[in-house]
């Protein structure tokens, strides 16, 4: 049965029945998504002016740089999310080993931390002055000329911070496709004479393959918009050459028409991922699916499938976290001060209104798709998400520029009309920063929102409007009591990617407004490593809850009664 929707507006009834098929609830979906997708649209129509001498010079010098790292960056770590996420997910889900149980939510714990704060660890970590190279001199009585120790901050270790930290949205992915797998399939090629091997690579890869080419398509994107590893480590990138061009060298055009290129890749991987999706044909035909008995193992193949979870749980979150915390009994006494938890509530309020606003946004866009489920409302919902395939420097740049814009002509009308200058309206304060997170970040409470939408029939809301309730009231009575836990893991979620959030931040917030990310970010690039790491840890601390709300969702997809 097809969602309900109202009959088009009756003629003489006001300004709503102009057109045919235009009432409220479109004008307001349509409105508010186009709105969002004004940033990247600004992007796109700011490259489109001539090149000028920045950007022949970055064309003579530094792109091909540019390009070359990006390029490397995207597919190292796209290599290094498969080789880390696959095996962890199908040993979790197909295998039963001890700690397994255990390692099916752990694996998760590394979406806590952000990149940009990895790699601060493990260059504490492994640097000259480090312990760990530290440890080595004096235990063989080396000197730095008498050994050779691998450069973390170079592109290498780039890939391998990102990776770490990633390989969880592919672990995810990956590891619902496998649960989702019939037995009857897999009990089919067995007794054709398929051994375990050889299930695992013609049967169980190839139907979790849109899965896997979509998570891995997630984390490439991710790579791509990384700002605060890469200038940390010294790698020349998009996003470095960004904040270079823009405040560097003062030419908005140029830092434009960079995003614009750096836009090209991400499309492009959303295309190619769309593509795939389009040509897989693998699916199961029964509609009763049984999961497959679990694999016990035995011997030495136990203990390997622990170690092999344990490895990246221990890279990705157990050592850097620790090194988090030592730093932090040494440094709170003097980092932890008003100044801290004057940042803190900055940054708690900042994500928490950010979250709120998104969340509702979510629920508008969501709600009035459903109620108006029109090609053209379906086109403007989907277009408001892209600004999450966006890069935070790159919104940053959609963003401000418009807003420059009005500024400086609600200026000049007010000093030419009133006499006095309004000064910096919406691109000195926070609405710009406000308006950037909810075009980068609308998309993970939409999906949610969208998501409990599905699971709600539309006989209610036919039920609804029969006895009487207008649209909205629909929406409050009906729907938001059904959705609260899909609104609760939207809003959360929502919450710590705006808390983590740094490069849009560093670009658009107000002057002497900071936060735990940006104070970070700027210990960090000062080398006073361990007096971030109290800025840091509260970052990872405020992430590790919808960390554990995504595994018991997991936990409770294993373990329900199948259909």
């Known amino acids: ?13 006001g300004f709503w029945s102009l057109a045919a098929g235009i009432d409220r609830w479109t004008v307001l979906v349509v409105g508010l998504a186009m709105l969002l997708a004004l940033p990247v649209l600004t992007v796109f129509l700011t490259a489109l002016q001539p090149p000028g001498e920045v950007w022949r010079h970055l064309a003579d010098t530094v792109l091909a740089d540019y390009v070359l790292n990006s390029v490397t960056l995207m597919i190292g770590v796209g290599v290094g999310t498969l080789l880390i996420g696959v095996p962890t997910a ?117 139907l979790a393959r849109p899965s896997l080419i979509a998570g891995m398509s997630l984390v490439q994107m991710e790579a791509l918009a990384d700002y605060g590893t890469v200038q940390y480590f010294g790698v020349s990138t998009f996003t470095t050459g960004i904040f270079r061009v823009w405040f560097g060298m003062n030419d908005a055009t140029a830092a434009a028409q960079l995003a614009a290129l750096l836009l090209l890749f991400v499309l492009t991987l959303l ?40 490895l990246p749980l221990l890279l990705g979150f157990l050592i850097p976290a620790g090194q988090l915390i030592v730093w932090t009994w040494r440094t709170a006494p003097q980092v932890v001060d008003d100044r801290f938890l004057e940042l803190a509530g900055h940054s708690l309020g900042l994500a928490g209104g950010a979250a709120l606003l998104i969340l509702l946004l979510a629920l508008l866009l969501g709600y009035g798709q459903r109620l108006r489920p029109r090609p ?8 408001a998400g892209l600004g999450y395939a966006a ?42 920063l406000l308006f950037a997170y909810c075009a980068r970040f609308l998309p993970a409470a939409l999906h949610s929102v969208e998501a409990g939408l599905t699971r709600i029939r539309p006989s209610m809301d036919d039920a609804a409007r029969a006895l009487g309730a207008e649209p909205h009231g629909v929406l409050w009575r009906v729907h938001i009591p059904i959705l609260r836990g899909s609104l609760l893991t939207a809003l959360l979620l929502v919450f710590v990617d705006a808390l983590k959030e740094l490069p849009a931040t560093l670009i658009l917030r107000p002057f002497n407004f900071n936060t735990l990310a940006v104070r970070a970010f700027e210990l960090a690039s000062d080398e006073r490593l361990a007096d971030s790491a109290s800025f840091a840890l509260a970052i990872v601390l405020a992430g590790i809850g919808p960390v554990i709300l995504l595994s018991r969702a997991i936990s409770r997809s294993d373990h329900a009664p199948l259909p």
């Open 1 to 13: 049965m097809p969602p309900y929707t109202n009959p088009p507006p009756q003629g003489g009834r």
């Open 90 to 206: 199908w040993l979790t889900a197909t295998c039963e080993f001890p700690g397994r149980r255990g390692f099916e939510w752990a694996l998760l714990l590394p979406m806590a931390i952000p990149a940009y704060i990895i790699a601060y660890t493990y260059t504490g970590l492994l640097d000259f002055a480090g312990p760990v190279q530290t440890f080595l001199r004096l235990t063989f009585g080396w000197t730095r000329q008498d050994y050779a120790f691998p450069e973390i901050r170079s592109l290498p270790g780039a890939i391998l911070m990102l990776a770490l930290v990633l390989y969880p949205y592919l672990y995810l992915l990956a590891q619902a496709a496998f649960l989702e797998q019939s037995a009857a399939v897999l009990e089919v090629s067995r007794s054709l004479g398929a051994g375990s091997w050889r299930r695992f690579l013609t049967i169980t890869l190839p």
């Open 391 to 432: 890069p935070g420097t790159v919104l940053a740049i959609g963003v401000m520029l418009p807003f420059a814009a009005i500024d400086r002509n609600v200026d000049s009308w007010a000093r030419e009309w009133l006499g006095l200058s309004t000064g910096l309206l919406f691109s000195g304060t926070l609405f710009t």
């Open 271 to 310: 295309v190619l991922e769309r593509l795939s999706r389009r040509q897989a044909r693998f699916h199961h035909t029964g509609q009763r699916t049984q999961r497959p008995p679990r694999l016990r193992l035995s011997g030495w193949r136990r203990w390997l499938a622990t170690g092999a979870c344990l």
């Open 376 to 383: 053209v409302v379906r086109l403007a919902v989907r277009s």
